[in-house]
Nanobody
Framework: QVQLVESGGGLVQPGGSLRLSCAAS????????MAWYRQAPGKQRELVAR???????NYADSVKGRFTISRDNAKNTLYLQMNSLKPEDTAVYYC?????????WGQGTQVTVSS
């Protein structure tokens, strides 16, 4: 079992920044890739950014150049630095992990971009 706990969401004005964190515990040694997904009201959950155990990354086109995913393996923590936030980035952001013990989701953290 892997437990994922997100933090760092909140209300921010357009153009502002937030950093999300996701702390992994339990069988975190089994994790290979991790990712951030988001789900806006009335929309399907979508991939925002993904990072492999080797540090390889990929991003949704809508966030390229604005968001940066990173992980601190020593702290078992995943991050998402979000800059130049737009109202359309408003969503619940979920942490995700995959590995040889299966796939896991966090409970989500709300990000609201509004003036």
């Amino acid at each position: 079992q892997v437990q994922l706990v997100e933090s760092g969401g909140g209300l921010v004005q357009p153009g502002g920044s937030l950093r999300l964190s996701c702390a992994a515990s339990g069988s975190s040694f089994s994790i290979n890739a991790m990712a951030w997904y988001r789900q806006a009201p009335g929309k399907q959950r979508e991939l925002v950014a993904r990072i492999t155990s080797g540090g390889g990354t990929n991003y949704a086109d809508s966030v390229k150049g604005r968001f940066t995913i990173s992980r601190d393996n020593a702290k078992n923590t995943l991050y998402l630095q979000m800059n130049s936030l737009k109202p359309e980035d408003t969503a619940v952001y979920y942490c995700y992990s995959e590995g040889w013990k299966g796939t896991y989701w966090g409970q989500g953290t709300q990000v609201t971009v509004s003036s």
